[in-house]
């Protein structure tokens, strides 16, 4: 079905049922308002599939640990699952290769990355361990892994999934990078909001972004990924760049990205969204500024792509805002101890 054509089915003739529930988890067709503020610790990863991550970091945060901890076991969790698009099931670049991003981020400003690493399965840890265990901030390609090895990761066999090897074969008939706008893998999620999976016929995003306050009032964020799919040889997104795909400061509240990192990178995105909240500015108001300005440099460009901000202040407040309808993200408290998913507003 092309497009065109889908836009045109009333959104009522898509079963209500296929809307309501996902993953067992409730579902509210409604972003939450921007007044929306939570107590205690909170923990909020972008996607329906941050409840994988969520389920992970609740544990931890609800027992009184440190958010730090608890977004890292996000990030593991994450990387096991095939269903969270990331880790190194997920898909390879145009050569074949699965390449990984992550990065861990603490509310007083302690930081590491790794970029353009391959046949590591936990990125997100081996990032906390340049946090922890080196004097810089980002390690890359062969440098990062042979930093892994000898802290004791594994190296695995690089080979691709059965799904992944699938997908590159689809994608080698034509050869063509054209970043469709991130969609979630859930076909109820995918029907009611994200149209353009019949255009491709495939899920297409690859970011878990997760954000955390734990009981002692620390903040904390991590995001680990596979970048985007079919992306040239040595591509880096806005994944592992502090400032663009995630930012966070104790003072103020935590960011986190997915989408088309360029389109972040360009705005240092999450670094915008924690200065706009200093200024005061709701979580939900920050993630629209970045948005707008992402959206104002090629308006007609933005149609073709998806990019989705998620923020959490110091005070528990949350909110998001897409470029496009489709963007979800979840939440973890006390509240909502199975992680409750809401989709954000968007500028189309
Ligand atoms: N932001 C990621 C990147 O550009 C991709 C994604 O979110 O799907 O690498």
């Known amino acids: 079905m092309d497009r065109r054509k889908f836009l045109q089915i009333p959104i009522a003739a898509v079963p209500a049922f296929l809307a309501s529930r996902v993953f067992g988890q409730e579902r509210s067709k409604f972003p939450l308002s921007s007044a929306m503020r939570v107590r205690g610790p909170v923990v909020v990863s972008t996607w329906d599939s941050g409840v994988t991550a969520n389920n992970a970091a609740w544990p931890l945060l609800r027992k009184r640990g440190n958010a730090i901890d608890a977004v890292e076991a996000g990030g593991r969790a994450s990387e096991l699952e095939p269903s969270c698009c990331v880790g190194l099931d997920a898909w390879p670049d145009r050569d074949g290769k699965v390449t990984l991003d992550a990065c861990v981020m603490n509310g007083n400003g302690d930081i590491g990355a790794v970029s353009f690493l391959e046949r590591?399965?936990?990125?997100?840890?081996?990032?906390?361990?340049?946090?922890?265990?080196?004097?810089?901030?980002?390690?890359?390609?062969?440098?990062?892994?042979?930093?892994?090895?000898?802290?004791?990761?594994?190296?695995?066999?690089?080979?691709?999934?059965?799904?992944?090897?699938?997908?590159?074969?689809?994608?080698?008939?034509?050869?063509?990078?054209?970043?469709?706008?991130?969609?979630?893998?859930?076909?109820?999620?995918?029907?009611?909001?994200?149209?353009?999976?019949?255009?491709?016929?495939?899920?297409?995003?690859?970011?878990?972004?997760?954000?955390?306050?734990?009981?002692?009032?620390?903040?904390?964020?991590?995001?680990?990924?596979?970048?985007?799919?079919?992306?040239?040889?040595?591509?880096?997104?806005?994944?592992?760049?502090?400032?663009?795909?995630?930012?966070?400061?104790?003072?103020?509240?935590?960011?986190?990205?997915?989408?088309?990192?360029?389109?972040?990178?360009?705005?240092?995105?999450?670094?915008?969204?924690?200065?706009?909240?200093?200024?005061?500015?709701?979580?939900?108001?920050?993630?629209?500024?970045?948005?707008?300005?992402?959206v104002k440099r090629d308006p007609v460009k933005a149609k073709e792509f998806q990019v989705g901000f998620v923020a959490l202040s110091r005070t528990g407040a949350i909110g998001a805002f897409a470029v496009q309808p489709g963007f979800t993200y979840t939440i973890t408290n006390e509240q909502f101890p199975k992680g409750k998913i809401f989709e954000a507003k968007s500028h189309f």
Request: glycine share 10%; charged share 25%.
């Open 120 to 294: 590591i399965k936990h990125p997100v840890s081996v990032a906390r361990a340049v946090m922890e265990k080196t004097p810089h901030v980002l390690l890359s390609g062969e440098g990062a892994q042979e930093f892994a090895l000898a802290n004791g990761f594994k190296l695995e066999s690089g080979e691709l999934s059965e799904d992944a090897k699938k997908e590159w074969a689809e994608w080698l008939k034509n050869s063509q990078y054209k970043p469709g706008i991130n969609v979630e893998r859930r076909p109820n999620i995918i029907l009611q909001f994200a149209p353009n999976y019949f255009e491709n016929g495939k899920p297409n995003h690859d970011t878990m972004g997760t954000v955390a306050l734990d009981s002692k009032g620390m903040l904390a964020g991590m995001v680990t990924t596979s970048g985007m799919a079919f992306k040239m040889r040595g591509r880096v997104g806005d994944s592992p760049i502090i400032g663009a795909g995630l930012f966070v400061d104790n003072e103020v509240g935590a960011a986190t990205s997915s989408g088309l990192g360029e389109e972040v990178i360009r705005i240092c995105g999450t670094h915008t969204i924690v200065e706009q909240m200093r200024l005061g500015r709701t979580p939900e108001q920050a993630c629209r500024e970045a948005v707008r300005r992402i």
